[in-house]
């Protein structure tokens, strides 16, 4: 018989890449873990792990199997809470990972009232611009931008039709004056930004011909959505920015606009799972809190384009 326990610590020491890390986690020593893992190695004749001295990875029948490991958990886990009969009365723990603009800035304070509406709910949000991987690491889900093409897991909309604006503050704008093509966005100091090391100084623009390709250049650069937006805000040069990240901004008037006859890169919102089994009562609720509110964000952004135009 396979014990419950045993797949729980197998599910992750796969995603944390280590023995050790799991049995702090679960309060337990090392050797239990290992222990653990050995013995559901016996009951299934597999070998999950590759070990060695220095690091700890998924075998191929490892890799094939974790995503049934997870699917047999959230399958009993969604048995108690049908058990449990207030399906309205959310609880357990739901693990969001997001962008970091977008999770600090908008996400944050509609997670503080999901969460206050379901006091027997733990979330636990994790904010960074490195892709999360809703297979290995530790969430539930992700909230993701751009075009879902992976068929291996389940996206769901919540807004579909966001796009990316360029936008500077009033005072860049004032010192530098505004550009009026595309073609002078290479006489500004444009605000750049990169994963994994590399830069993203080309920006995209959809034309009838499908899409046309400026570059740009700047003397900053960071990894960090949201350094990028503070550094527009402060007046540093022009950002190419999702509109939900920077919508709140050009309705104060602390960001403008620019070349808002401009149609921008599309920028679609998903929230992201691995299997549609993990939509619990907890992700479904959260996820049509989050299409409601994106849509009323991005609902005007037609009208400032009209305005600033």
């Not at 350094?227 to 050009?250: F, M, N, P, Q």
Request: with cysteine; glycine share 6%; net charge neutral.
């Amino acid at each position: 018989m396979i014990r419950l326990e045993d797949l729980q610590l197998f599910i992750r020491s796969a995603a944390l890449g280590s023995f050790s890390q799991a049995a702090r986690e679960a309060d337990l020593l090392p050797g239990q873990v290992s222990a653990a893992i050995a013995r559901l190695e016996r009951d299934l004749d597999i070998r999950l792990f590759a070990r060695s001295t220095r690091s700890l990875r998924l075998t191929e029948e490892g890799e094939r199997y974790l995503p049934y490991a997870t699917e047999a958990l959230q399958a009993l886990r969604d048995g108690q809470d049908g058990l449990r009969g207030d399906a309205t009365e959310l609880s357990g723990t739901l693990q969001v990972a997001a962008p970091s603009d977008l999770g600090r800035n908008v996400l944050l304070p509609w997670l503080s009232e999901f969460r206050r509406a379901h006091p027997r709910l733990d979330l636990r949000l994790l904010v960074s611009d490195q892709v999360a991987d809703v297979f290995r690491d530790p969430v539930d889900i992700a909230i993701r931008y751009g075009r879902m093409e992976d068929a291996s897991f389940i996206a769901l909309p919540l807004a579909p039709d966001n796009r990316r604006v360029l936008v500077a503050s009033p005072d860049y704008l004032r010192r530098h004056g505004a550009p009026q093509s595309l073609a002078q966005l290479a006489g500004h100091d444009c605000l750049l930004y990169q994963l994994h090391g590399r830069v993203y100084d080309k920006w995209f623009f959809p034309d009838r011909e499908g899409q046309h390709t400026v570059a740009v250049r700047g003397p900053l650069v960071t990894d960090d959505g949201d350094v990028v937006r503070r550094w527009a805000l402060a007046g540093e040069g022009i950002a190419y920015k999702s509109w939900l990240d920077v919508g709140a901004d050009v309705r104060a008037r602390r960001l403008q606009i620019v070349l808002p006859q401009q149609r921008g890169q599309a920028a679609p919102l998903h929230l992201v799972c691995p299997h549609r089994r993990q939509f619990s009562p907890a992700v479904r609720q959260l996820q049509a809190l989050l299409a409601a509110r994106c849509t009323a964000l991005g609902a005007d952004l037609e009208q400032e384009l009209r305005s600033e135009g």
